[in-house]
């Protein structure tokens, strides 16, 4: 009887409280001992920005629908490097088309969580418009704009398959961010994560769209100093 009691209570606890799956959305490489300073690459920027409710946001914005996917993504690649740039002042961007001829892998965060994104070759080494092999490389592989979004339905395996309901209201303007920073030298991850930025909202704005993008450069910068291993 008195079990039978504590295990009530402790599923009342858990539903009071909001008891649910916890997730490591971070992995650090052994070997990641000092995070980048002053000086980075950059690679899949061009083509990492995509929206969902593509329609509705061109609604919204007053953009053409045939083009906000387009428009949005140059927006939100502008802002990015602006802001990321701030951070790394010798900053460096490598073409896309760098990364695109190697096949897409995926990387284990957690026993529920992966994220797939395309990694060189071994011993193969990216390289900047001058021919230099720049030692740290942060490889942005995808970022997914939407609203309301949760990182747990795009990248938690077992929930991966389920239908998002429908919405009507759309309290934030979020955005989904999964990167690498990358051993140039030694062709290896670093350090890998999953973010989750949520921008309140009332109308969407480009404003809106500029503070999201800052917000994701600024986590990023935060988990890369973070994920140092002492």
């Known amino acids: 009887m008195v079990r039978r009691f504590l ?4 599923l009342l606890f858990c539903l009071l409280m909001g008891c649910g ?3 490591q959305w971070s992995k650090s490489h052994p070997a990641y001992h000092q995070a980048p300073a002053g000086t980075l690459a950059v690679i899949g920027s061009e083509s990492a920005f995509l929206l969902t409710r593509s329609s509705w946001f061109a609604k919204k914005l007053e953009i053409g629908a045939d083009s906000v996917q387009v428009t949005m993504r140059n927006f939100c690649e502008k802002k990015f490097l602006q802001e990321l740039s701030r951070f790394y002042p010798s900053l460096t961007k490598i073409p896309d088309k760098d990364l ?3 096949p897409e892998e ?4 957690d026993e529920r969580v992966f994220m797939k994104g395309r990694l060189p070759e071994q011993g193969i080494s990216l390289k900047d418009s001058a021919g230099n092999i720049p030692p740290l490389v942060l490889i942005l592989h995808e970022v997914i704009i939407g609203t309301d979004l949760k990182r747990e339905d795009y990248f938690d395996y077992a929930l991966m398959q389920n239908e998002s309901p429908e919405k009507k209201t759309s309290n934030n303007l979020s955005a989904i961010a ?6 140039n030298v030694k062709q290896r991850p670093l350090f890998s994560a999953v973010d989750e ?3 309140p909202i009332q109308k969407p704005n480009l404003g809106n769209f500029e503070q999201m993008t800052v917000g994701i ?11 140092v291993v002492r």
């Open 100 to 102: 695109q001829v190697f």
């Open 217 to 227: 450069v600024q986590k990023i910068k935060e988990n890369l100093d973070k994920g």
């Open 106 to 109: 995926s990387q284990r965060l």
């Open 21 to 23: 799956t916890s997730y």
């Open 178 to 183: 999964s990167y690498t920073l990358w051993d």
């Open 7 to 10: 295990g009530i209570w402790c």
């Open 197 to 199: 930025i949520q921008i």
